[in-house]
Nanobody, 128 residues
Framework: QVQLVESGGGSVQAGGSLRLSCAAS????????MGWFRQVPGNVRDGVAV???????TYADSVKGRFTISQANAKNTLYLQMNSLKPEDTAMYYC??????????????????????WGQGTQVTVSS
């Protein structure tokens, strides 16, 4: 069974940086597309950054130039480097993965909320 475990969240002042990690285990397919999503209570979950199985990436306009998504450890670890954080970045951040999205260009994945596997989330709070 696929498990995704996020870590790295916390509280930081505006302008600061955090790096989120997502450790994946139990993969049964060779390729997965993955992404980071965030949600504020009362709002829908929004795509932040996605990476397709071919390595292509797409970012939400609000984070372009500040956030970087990457993978390591044979794609079993997903990262989100967040720089120049703003109070509006405050949210619960979720890691997601899906083997059936492998090969789908990343720009078609950013607004999908139907990834098959999700982590439990890690809270990011940015104070002004």
């Amino acid at each position: 069974q696929v498990q995704l475990v996020e870590s790295g969240g916390g509280s930081v002042q505006a302008g600061g940086s955090l790096r989120l990690s997502c450790a994946a285990s139990g993969y049964t397919y060779s390729n997965y597309s993955m992404g980071w999503f965030r949600q504020v209570p009362g709002n829908v979950r929004d795509g932040v950054a996605v990476i397709s199985s071919d390595g292509s990436t797409t970012y939400a306009d609000s984070v372009k130039g500040r956030f970087t998504i990457s993978q390591a450890n044979a794609k079993n670890t997903l990262y989100l480097q967040m720089n120049s954080l703003k109070p509006e970045d405050t949210a619960m951040y979720y890691c997601a993965a899906d083997p059936f999205f492998a090969g789908v260009p990343s720009q078609f994945l950013l607004h999908r909320n139907d990834f098959g596997y999700w982590g439990q989330g890690t809270q990011v709070t940015v104070s002004s």
